[in-house]
């Protein structure tokens, strides 16, 4: 059994895979990260390796824990990839967007694939039919666009995505809305357009916490899948096993 874990810079993503499939996941802030993990070894014992990749900066109680009672891997670039990194600036690329485009080709193997993750940050990542990773984009996420609003002005409240959702926002809080989700999911339907008129018969995959909230609300109907980092974790991690 394979535990992964996925930390991002609003939640921590933990499952257990077996054979590839994921049996139990958890979602729980960075400061639950001790009890959670006793919790799952508790009601998994079966788990032997685990993988870590993490875009936050200190996580080194975290990984004593997982290197203590685990076969520990972590996600650098010193692991054996699936894809041919062309990113100018590997060293700096985020350890999530690499499990995001692992999962890209274990899912749509030799396709045009771009995946977005709209969580803390909107990152779009694009891999083409020759297994090779050029890159993306990185913008504000939903929430990140609420508080920048709050709290760059001396005026605008701190809102969260509601149901309502206005073209003409005909209030502060209906104005705000409309700015923020129909302006993130114009950038989302306009990048994917773009994309798409650069590369034919395109493979589009929404995850992230937004993703369900945007995927309904998309010009572009989407396959969100809520999962599809964790799978390229554990895929990374079957294929390091075996190496
Ligand atoms: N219950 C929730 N708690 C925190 N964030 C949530 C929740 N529901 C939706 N979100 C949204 O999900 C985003 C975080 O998504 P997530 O994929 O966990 O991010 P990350 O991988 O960066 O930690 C937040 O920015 C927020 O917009
Ligand atoms: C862009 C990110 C902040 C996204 O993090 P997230 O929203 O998933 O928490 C992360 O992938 C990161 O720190 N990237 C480093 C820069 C890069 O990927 O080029």
């Not at 960075?30 to 875009?55: A, G, R, W, Y």
């Not at 975290?62 to 010193?78: C, G, I, N, V």
């Not at 030799?110 to 909107?122: F, H, Q, R, S, Y």
Request: proline letters at 3%; one cysteine or more.
């Amino acid at each position: 059994m394979n535990l992964v874990v996925d930390i991002g810079n609003t939640s921590v993503k933990m499952a257990v895979f077996q054979n590839n499939s994921l049996l139990h996941k958890l979602i729980f802030p960075l400061s639950d990260f001790s009890n959670n993990f006793q919790k799952i070894k508790i009601q998994f014992p079966e788990i032997e390796t685990t993988i870590l990749s993490s875009v936050v900066k200190t996580i080194s109680k975290e990984k004593k824990l997982l290197q203590r009672d685990t076969y520990f891997f972590e996600l650098t670039q010193a692991l054996s990839l699936p894809f041919e990194n062309k990113y100018a600036t590997p060293a700096t690329l985020g350890k999530d967007r690499i499990a995001l485009v692992a999962a890209a080709v274990a899912k749509f193997p030799k396709k045009n694939t771009l995946v977005i993750d709209a969580g803390t940050c909107v990152t779009f990542d694009f891999k083409n039919d020759k297994e090779e990773y050029l890159g993306g984009a990185i913008s504000p996420g939903l929430e990140m666009r609420f508080k920048a609003l709050h709290n760059f002005t001396a005026n605008l409240p701190l809102l969260k995505p509601g149901e309502n959702l206005e073209l003409i926002g005909g209030s502060t809080e209906a104005s705000m809305t409309s700015g923020v989700v129909n302006g993130l999911l114009l950038e989302i339907d306009g990048t994917i357009a773009s994309y798409a008129t650069e590369y034919e018969d395109l493979t589009i995959i929404l995850t992230g916490g937004d993703a369900q909230f945007l995927s309904v609300r998309l010009k572009n109907s989407i396959f969100a899948n809520s999962n599809f980092l964790l799978e390229g974790l554990n895929y990374i991690l079957e294929f390091n096993k075996t190496q």
